[in-house]
């Protein structure tokens, strides 16, 4: 009986590992068939400014589309193709892609006309030693302006090495592009990097948001938004499900914001076509 006997429950414990490497692999190996063969996607979930309800960009998000039509969330692969090193040329891809669109989006659109798309970097993709060549390279072969393209990372990511993270930070910077701390107060840095990187944005984490009925969650939400503007940086909500959760976040006096109240991820010719008449 496996709950009794420590050797049945080694047994049961290889055995789950098993599944789980198992899986793994299978996901690795269904990962890169993927990029060979195309099949991930971008779609792009609107931010608005709360003030006026404007549309001021898009967040990329990845999927995979399956054989069988649906579709995989990044939840799904992310992890596993960060572990793997296959985040590399997904990334790439995904900003190549995302650079594509901004290109195609911007043409029409005055100058002054406040636009950007955020794409989100994991921590292998920020430590690239080639990152700001990369995007470089992605802006230039699609003339999309770098001051119209945000970059996602989390805390954690500066501080898992920040003498480089702030080189990098400083040479996309310098380029134009600006920066965003997304899912801010979820992790375990110290609140000294805000002022010690160069930075443009927080993003106020979903789980936040989501529980605001909850006293302290709704003190934090209020106390990001202040310090945020105190460090001369902005804020976006992210998760905004419910019209009392978008009058909070205005009452808070929080710039931006994102969520399933306005608009789930939408689709590459969707996200164009809402471009055309963005009324919600
Ligand atoms: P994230 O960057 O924090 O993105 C926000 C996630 O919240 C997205 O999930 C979005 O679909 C979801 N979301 C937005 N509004 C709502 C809402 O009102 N309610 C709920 N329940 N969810 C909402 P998604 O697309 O599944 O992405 C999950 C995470 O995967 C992202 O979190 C990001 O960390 C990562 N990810 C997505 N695309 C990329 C990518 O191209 N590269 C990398 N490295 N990571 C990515
Ligand atoms: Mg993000
Ligand atoms: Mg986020
Ligand atoms: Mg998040």
Redesign the pocket.
């Known amino acids: 009986h496996a709950r009794r006997s420590g050797v049945g429950r080694i047994k049961v414990f290889d055995w789950v590992m098993r599944e789980v490497a198992e899986h793994d692999m299978g996901v690795e190996t269904g990962l890169r068939r993927s990029l060979e063969e195309k099949q991930f996607i971008l779609?792009y979930?609107p931010i608005y400014s709360l003030s006026d309800r404007s549309l001021v960009g898009f967040?990329?998000?990845?999927r995979r589309q399956r054989p069988d039509g649906g579709l995989d969330?990044?939840?799904e692969f992310?992890h596993i193709a960060e572990e793997t090193g296959l985040?590399i040329p997904l990334?790439n891809l995904?900003m190549a892609e995302a650079c594509a669109a901004l290109g195609r989006w911007s043409m029409d659109m005055a100058a002054s006309t406040k636009f950007s798309i955020s794409?989100?970097?994991?921590g292998k993709?920020f430590s690239q030693p080639d990152l700001v060549k990369q995007t470089v390279k992605s802006l230039r072969d699609t003339g999309a302006d770098p001051r119209r393209l945000r970059l996602?990372i989390t805390e954690s990511v500066l501080m898992d090495n920040p003498e480089s993270a702030l080189a990098k930070l400083r040479g996309l910077r310098e380029m134009g592009i600006t920066i965003g701390i997304?899912?801010f107060g979820t992790g375990y840095s110290s609140l000294s990097y805000l002022q010690r990187f160069p930075i443009d944005c927080l993003k106020v984490d979903?789980g936040f948001v989501s529980d605001m009925d909850d006293h302290g969650n709704r003190v934090i939400v209020k106390t990001v938004v202040n310090l945020a503007h105190s460090l001369g940086l902005e804020v976006v909500a992210?998760?905004?499900?419910t019209p009392r959760q978008e009058a909070l976040l205005k009452e808070f006096g929080c710039d931006f914001g994102?969520?399933?109240?306005f608009s789930?991820?939408l689709p590459h010719d969707k996200a164009s076509a809402f471009l055309r008449s963005p009324a919600t």
Not at 119 to 122: D, E
Request: glycine share 12%; net charge negative; no cysteine.
């Open positions: 779609y979930q967040e990329a998000l990845v969330l990044p939840g992310i985040i990334g995904v794409v989100n970097l994991s993709q996602e997304d899912d979903r992210e998760g905004i499900e994102q969520g399933f109240l789930r991820p």
